[in-house]
């Protein structure tokens, strides 16, 4: 399961309607790079065939199968301070993180 704050819905929202026709969630994508092997990849997107797919307050998350395995029990955050801007994913799967904090391993 993916939970998603109040918050990361909200901004959700604000980026589908931003992009206008074409999309209509977040997709949550997890990739093979960075310095610790792993990284998350986030786009615009619509539904495709085998996603797992969470909603909060009608914002909709959309996971891969395969990247699921590596982020089940997250949780979806927004952030909107001076340094660090944009969604946040608090992945009890990471076991280590590279010093930017850019990717993970699990």
Known sequence: MIT???????????AVAAQGA???GLRVRVLGGGCSGLQY????????KGDKVFTHE???????RKSYLYINGTA???????QNVGFELDN??????CGCGESFSV
């Open 4 to 14: 998603i704050t109040d918050r990361a819905a909200t901004r959700i929202h604000a």
């Open 22 to 24: 074409g999309a209509d």
């Open 41 to 48: 990849k986030l786009d615009l997107d619509c539904e495709r």
């Open 58 to 64: 009608g914002a909709r998350v959309y996971v891969d």
């Open 76 to 82: 979806l955050d927004y952030r909107d301070g001076l």
């Open 92 to 97: 009890p799967n990471v076991k280590k993180t």
